[in-house]
């Protein structure tokens, strides 16, 4: 019998999600408030329902991958109130452990199991599946998930309670962050010095200073073709506050990435919001004259 999942949130990381376990063999029930996106994926073989609940009342199992709290704790929220059986709900988002537990509260009260599971990687990398799954919660639940994960990812470790997974990716996205703009630093120093672009992001990729991140978005700082983006300037914002406000609730000093923080601001400011972070370059590019 064809097994079934829901997922919740059908944007560049849902959606690239969801037409992966489609091709893994899983009947995916979908749902994105985006009409345009429910489109594209029903034509890539998504089931889309109504609301939430409607996923909730067909699928044993959902994954979570929305763009803010409100959107996230609503989705729970109409869940809870579907009046379907217990469910196992797999939030994958990044958000802050209190909003993860806001969530897992309304779901716990309906007799169902949240599970946070935040996600490592990119938009372009969950296109060829692969991810890494920080997955927290009740063991039972994740060991019972693993080959719905093994649909999307390539690999996934379970941290722990709940919560771990989020606190996992908040170090993740801080080495994140800061290998972004070293990477555009590097870039604009070598265009400055008249290399080749092309040429700096092979060689440097061959190097011992080469980085996951650089491999990524290197080609695109050299290209200066920041679209589609693999993850919006205007969302990586969101991720980067959430880190720095956890480091401070710490007590733990974070100087690197806090000296990124204007970087993006700037190129906030001036009109990458829409675009890939890879377009920290661009801002870098203005400031050296280039």
Known sequence: MQQTVGVVGLGIMGGAMARNLVAAGWRVLGYDIDAVRCAELAAAGVTICADAAAVAREAPVLLFSLPSPAAALAAA???????????????????TLKDKLAIEAALRSAGHVALDCPISGTGAQAITKDLVIYASGDAQSIE?????????????????????????????NLLVAIHNVASAEAMVL?????????????????????????????????????????????????????????????????????????????????????????????????????
């Open 144 to 172: 019972a998930c693993r080959p719905l994960f093994a649909g999307f990812s390539r690999a996934v470790h379970d941290v722990g309670a709940y919560g771990n997974g989020s606190k996992m990716k908040f170090v993740a």
């Open 77 to 95: 929220q109409a869940i809870a109130a579907s009046g379907a059986e217990r469910r196992v709900v797999i939030e994958a988002s990044t958000l």
């Open 190 to 290: 070598g265009v400055k010095a008249g290399l080749d672009p092309r040429q700096i992001v092979d060689l440097v990729s061959a190097g011992a200073g080469t980085s996951r991140v650089f491999e990524l978005r290197a080609p695109m700082m050299a290209a200066r073709d920041y679209l589609p983006a693999s993850m919006r300037v205007e969302i990586w914002q969101k991720d980067m506050a959430i880190i720095s406000q956890y480091a401070t609730e710490l007590g733990c000093p974070t100087p690197l990435l806090s000296a990124t923080m204007p970087i993006y601001a700037s190129a906030m400011a001036n009109g990458h919001a829409a675009e890939d972070t890879a377009a920290v370059c661009a801002v870098l590019e203005k400031m050296a004259g280039l």
